[in-house]
C-alpha cells in the first residue's frame, strides 16, 4: 500500500491534533473505524502511520460514510452506513473510533454516540471533533444574526448536506459531553485546535466579562441542584476557559469502561 495524501475539507490543524491523539493508541487499536471518512483524508493518514509502526492497515482499519463516491483510499476496506441510523457493525467489534467533523451533520447525534459505545469494545476510544460554537467569535455571531460561526441557514436539500448548510446539530460543549456520559463513556477529555487570532484578542479584553458571567453560573447551577453541578462542574469551567474562547475545533476524547 502507498503512503498518499488525500484532500481534506477539514482544518490541517484539526487532522494534526486528532492524528496526534491516535497515534500513540496504535499498539492496543487491532480494529479502527474512520466513521464518516468523506474522501478518505484521515483514513490514510491512519494507514501511513499503521505502516510506519510495521502494521498491516487493511486488516486493522475500515473507513465508513453514507455513500463510497469520492472515497479515495481503496487499499482500506469501505463500508456505505446511514449514520442517522442503527450502524452495521456487531456489538464491541473495535478499538477505536474517529470521527472528523461529522457530528455536526447527524439529526440523531445522541443515539450516534450510543452507537459508537455499543460497537466500541471495553476500554475502547472514541475521537471527535465538531465546530467550536463556544467561541468568542462565535458567540458574537449568534447574538448579532442568530447563527453561530460555521453554521448557517440550513437546507433539506441532501445534495449539500456535506457543507456549511448541512450543519444541523450545533452543539456545546455541555452537550457533548452530556451525550458522551449518557452513553457511559468515561475519562473524556477536551482538546483545542486552531486558535483564531482576533477571538484570542476578544477573549483577552474581555477576561474580566466571562470570569464573572461563569462565577454567576455556577452559583446558580449550585442553588439550582449541587448533585447536578457536581456531574458538570469540570464542563463548566471549561466552556469559559481561554481554549473554548479561541478554538475553532472542539476536539473530545473518551474511554468506554
Avoid at 441510523?85 to 464491541?92: D, M, R, S, V, Y
Wanted: glycine share 6%; proline share 5%; charged share 20%.
Amino acid at each position: 500500500m502507498l503512503e498518499r495524501h488525500i484532500p481534506t475539507a477539514s482544518h490541517a490543524l484539526t487532522n494534526q491534533v486528532i492524528y496526534s491523539l491516535i497515534e500513540p493508541l496504535f499498539p492496543a487499536s487491532r480494529n479502527i473505524l474512520d466513521l464518516g471518512c468523506g474522501k478518505g483524508h484521515m483514513t490514510q493518514r491512519i494507514a501511513n502511520g499503521l505502516i510506519r509502526a510495521g502494521l498491516q492497515p487493511a486488516t486493522i482499519l475500515t473507513a465508513c460514510d453514507i455513500v463510497e463516491e469520492g472515497y479515495a483510499c481503496a487499499e482500506i476496506p469501505f463500508v456505505s452506513a446511514d449514520l442517522n441510523q442503527a450502524l452495521p457493525f456487531e456489538e464491541c467489534a473495535f478499538d477505536l473510533i474517529v470521527s472528523v467533523e461529522v457530528m455536526e451533520h447527524i439529526h440523531q447525534f445522541y443515539q450516534l454516540i450510543m452507537e459508537c459505545s455499543r460497537i466500541l469494545k471495553t476500554g475502547g476510544v472514541l475521537i471527535f471533533s465538531v465546530p467550536n460554537i463556544l467561541h468568542i467569535n462565535s458567540r458574537i455571531s449568534f447574538l448579532a444574526t442568530g447563527f453561530f460561526d460555521m453554521y448557517i441557514v440550513p437546507t433539506t436539500d441532501q445534495k449539500m448536506a456535506g457543507r456549511l448548510c448541512g450543519h444541523v446539530m450545533p452543539l456545546s460543549l455541555a452537550y457533548l459531553s452530556y451525550g458522551l456520559r449518557r452513553a457511559g463513556f468515561e475519562a473524556i477529555t477536551v482538546h483545542p485546535d486552531k486558535q483564531k487570532k482576533s477571538a484570542v484578542i476578544l477573549s483577552v479584553l474581555l477576561h474580566p466579562f466571562f470570569r464573572l458571567g461563569a462565577w454567576y453560573y455556577d452559583r446558580k447551577i449550585q442553588k439550582y441542584d449541587s448533585r447536578v453541578y457536581a456531574e458538570n462542574r469540570t464542563i463548566l469551567t471549561a466552556m469559559n476557559g481561554f481554549d473554548m474562547l479561541t478554538a475553532r475545533s472542539c476536539i473530545l476524547m473518551a474511554r468506554k469502561p
